[in-house]
């Protein structure tokens, strides 16, 4: 069984900052890619951005320059700094990862429960 477990949400006003964390735990064998989505009100999951296991990343043209995918191996976490945060940016936040849970498996998709994230004065 894997989970995925984000952390870090919260209140904070425009201009600050949040770091949220996404710890993979359970049976796994490779963790391949991880990603970031948000879900504003209203509107459809999108991604924010997203990391591979060597560390190359992509971002949403909404927030390259603001945010910053890192991720640790070792713990098999990945983390998302979020600088300069705009009221756009409220929204619940979802760890995504590929996962492969034995060498005999395929790898599979997994998601977090999501953690809010509001931007408000």
């Known amino acids: 069984q894997v989970q995925l477990v984000e952390s870090g949400g919260g209140l904070v006003q425009p201009g600050g900052s949040l770091r949220l964390s996404c710890a993979a735990s359970g049976s796994i064998f490779r963790l391949n890619v991880m990603a970031w989505y948000r879900q504003a009100p209203g509107k459809e999951r999108e991604l924010v951005g997203s990391?591979?296991?060597?560390?190359?990343?992509i971002y949403a043209d909404s927030v390259k320059g603001r945010f910053t995918l890192s991720r640790d191996n070792t713990k098999n976490t990945a983390y998302l700094q979020m600088n300069s945060l705009k009221p756009d940016d409220t929204a619940v936040y979802y760890c995504?990862?590929?996962?492969?849970?034995?060498?005999?498996?395929?790898?599979?998709?997994?998601w977090g429960k999501g953690t809010p994230v509001t931007v408000s004065s």
């Open positions: 995504h990862a590929v996962i492969q849970t034995s060498v005999d498996n395929d790898a599979v998709n997994y």
């Open positions: 990391i591979t296991r060597g560390g190359s990343t």
